[in-house]
């Protein structure tokens, strides 16, 4: 409810410069923390003439999307790569963490705890420590050098993750609705699959959200699991970066590229967050 | 629709909550075909319990529990063909009214044209024709509880379990489904169980009625039972409102003395003779006004009127403590926050007299009341446990009074 216009405010008689002094600060804070941002979509933008160190803070003449145009060939099958290794990275991997979660918080078996607590632990396994066995696992069972192997590794790495998120998605779902399906004659796979996969789109969001970013921004699994015509898009972005002599402009509007689909999913899932998939449920 | 009630059976049904506390202690109750039985009880009496250990949502600690002839102790609650009503109506959220009450029927393999008859059948009974293909998040409270109680008439199930389904609907809604429980019941013959906390509810609904406190059973009998008999001062001060009045009284010389009253107890009965402490128990409806021949006149002074439309009650002290035991207190701690009390201080028996709105009654000053001697209880003061006895128990003509 907003008060109606004209209304007596009630506040202190600073109130108005403590506020404008409050803004001013956060908005500093705000354009500090932009700068790279800034620094990053104006030299992708700029003509190649135009780039330089000199003139690095300064907006464009024109808008010229050249750079991108120079850089696609070399970033286009990383693109693709990527692309086809995170997409069902992340969907079976919040399948199998919405599989894992829902046992866990709704079908429950003696010692579910133990097991969530182990499962949790996975989380805090650095990357490095499971790199050289990684490895060999990989290689003895071929799977090395194709994306087949690096999905695998993104499903499981996930699970932790994807387990946690659906857990207390479907922890914080009434009891009832369960018992009403049991009731009804819904087994573990009905209740799962009709009672509790429809409610979970909210969950579902923030786990392919988390789950898509971490595979699309992963590196070193990429480089280390896949050969050459494999590389995921990080790796290619490397390549381009990683030069001797650096086209920054180049560098920039490859980064801008590589980073557009994990906004784009953002976008398109973030939506999901707040709908509320369990109204009408519950009493009046 | 066609009907294959069964009964129900509970055999030495215990059960112990991990942590060792015990909600349900060695309950025996038979449940014939078709009957409607209400479970009530004070809250954590366990009767939500036993409501669950009968669906198999909730294991049992010890005993048997049958479905007709069957030992359903250890099966499954999907295998055991009963249909529940959740308190929170727990309706499929992303499904319409359509497929919320056709689920039960496709999940035991029930063929299409089948399931979309029985639904059609069942919605037309309760008026949810032009809700079908809505979802539950459109439909309003009492909607929500029809489509509930739906979802569970087209299952045709051997038993129905109702955990309070009425205790969200507001209080004139609640009378309305009430009624039209019954008469649903009379049309289905289906064997239902229903728990509730509401005395009122229990007494309606039954045909008959499991009283439980602390996960024992008290008393199972027809309401008209358990309001005439009450095996106990539980079931006594928990069964009827406005509730039963009680003050310590002292039987001797065939007369029960009581805060300076003396009433002489009718001849023949067996505590005549008795020379005893006892707790004496009073309806409200067991008074009457001044000089009604054969009972016993009592002058009161009336501290409260409430005015009621075609009676009134008057709250009079008396000069005798509160009966304040565990018993009272569990049986009063379910009713409304109202019978809370609001001054602390109130050590004194309070009694509530049922009296005509006619009568006349002083301005200030005290106030004489008949009280029909047939019609009083006595309770050990110790045990609780109803004496029995003709004066005790109203003899059958006492019904007309």
Redesign the interface.
């Known amino acids: 409810m907003t008060a109606p216009r004209g209304d007596v405010r009630i506040r202190s008689r600073w109130a108005p410069y403590v506020l404008t002094a409050r803004y001013l600060a956060l908005f500093a804070l705000a354009c500090f923390f932009l700068m790279p941002v800034y620094a990053l979509l104006v030299t992708a933008l700029k003509s190649p003439a135009e780039v330089s160190v000199v003139r690095m803070w300064q907006w464009p003449h024109a808008l010229s999307l050249d750079n991108f145009r120079i850089v696609w060939p070399k970033l286009r099958d990383g693109f693709g790569n990527s692309v086809a290794m995170a997409l069902p990275a992340s969907v079976i991997s919040s399948l199998l963490g919405a599989a894992n979660g829902f046992v866990l918080a709704k079908w429950r078996f003696p010692g579910a705890d133990f097991v969530f607590a182990l499962i949790l632990f996975g989380m805090f396994i650095p990357y490095q420590a499971v790199l050289i066995p990684m490895f060999q696992t990989m290689s003895y069972t071929g799977l090395r050098g194709g994306l087949a192997g690096l999905v695998l590794v993104h499903v499981i790495y996930g699970l932790p993750i994807t387990t946690l998120i659906f857990r207390s998605y479907f922890a914080g779902v009434s009891e009832e609705l369960i018992e009403a399906a049991k009731v009804d004659g819904a087994g573990l796979l009905a209740s799962f699959a009709f009672i509790a996969l429809p409610i979970a789109p909210p969950a579902f969001a923030v786990a392919m959200i988390w789950q898509f970013t971490s595979a699309w921004n992963d590196f070193l699994f990429g480089v280390l699991l896949t050969t050459k015509d494999r590389w995921p898009i990080t790796v290619a972005l490397n390549n381009i970066a990683g030069s001797q002599a650096v086209p920054f402009n180049e560098a920039m509007a490859s980064a801008l590229l590589a980073c557009l689909p994990t906004l784009l999913v953002y976008i398109l899932l973030g939506r999901f967050f707040l709908r509320g998939l369990m109204a009408g449920a519950l009493k009046g | 629709m066609i009907v294959k009630p069964s009964g129900i059976r509970l055999e030495g049904v215990g059960k112990r909550f991990r942590g060792g506390v015990d909600a349900v202690r060695d309950l025996d109750l038979a449940v014939t075909p078709g009957e409607f039985i209400v479970l009530v009880g004070p809250s954590g009496c366990g009767k939500s319990t036993v409501l669950r250990m009968i669906?198999?949502?909730e294991e049992v600690t010890s005993g048997r529990i049958f479905l007709g002839d069957d030992d359903v102790t250890s099966e499954?609650?999907?295998?055991?063909d009963?249909?529940?009503v959740?308190?929170?109506?727990?309706?499929?959220?992303?499904?319409t009214v359509r497929k919320n009450m056709a689920?039960?029927l496709r999940?035991?393999g029930t063929p299409r044209p089948e399931r979309d008859r029985r639904v059609a059948e069942v919605a037309g009974t309760l008026g949810l024709d032009h809700l079908l293909d809505r979802?539950?998040?459109?439909?309003?409270?009492g909607q929500?509880q029809r489509v509930a109680m739906g979802?569970a008439i087209v299952?045709e199930p051997r038993v129905f379990?109702m955990d309070e389904p009425l205790s969200?609907?507001d209080a004139k809604l609640r009378v309305t489904v009430r009624a039209q429980l019954t008469q649903l019941h009379q049309r289905l013959g289906v064997t239902t169980v229903y728990v509730t906390h509401d005395q009122v509810e229990a007494m309606t609904l039954g045909q008959r009625v499991a009283v439980l406190r602390d996960g024992r059973l008290q008393q199972f009998d027809t309401p008209r039972a358990l309001f005439r008999a009450p095996v106990n001062l539980f079931v006594a001060a928990f069964i009827g409102s406005p509730a039963m009045n009680f003050a310590p009284a002292q039987i001797a010389g065939g007369e029960v003395r009581f805060a300076g009253h003396a009433v002489a107890l009718p001849s023949g009965s067996p505590l005549a003779a008795a020379d005893r402490r006892v707790t004496l128990g009073v309806r409200p409806t067991a008074f009457g006004p001044a000089g009604v021949a054969g009972w016993a006149q009592l002058a009161v002074t009336p501290a409260v009127v409430e005015e009621l439309g075609d009676e009134r009650y008057v709250l009079f002290d008396l000069d005798a403590p509160r009966v304040d035991t565990d018993a009272t207190r569990a049986a009063v701690s379910t009713r409304s926050s109202d019978d809370a009390l609001l001054l602390p201080d109130e050590t004194r028996a309070r009694f509530t007299a049922r009296l005509p709105a006619d009568l006349a009654l002083p301005a200030s000053g005290p106030l004489t009341v008949s009280m029909d001697p047939h019609r009083l209880y006595f309770f050990d003061p110790d045990t609780g446990a109803a004496l029995r006895g003709g004066g005790s128990e109203p003899p059958a003509s006492a019904g007309a009074a």
Do not use: H
């Open positions: 669906a198999g949502l499954l609650p999907q295998r055991r009963v249909a529940m959740f308190q929170s109506y727990a309706l499929y959220p992303r499904m689920f039960g999940m035991r979802r539950p998040a459109a439909l309003s409270g929500r979802r299952r379990l969200n609907l």
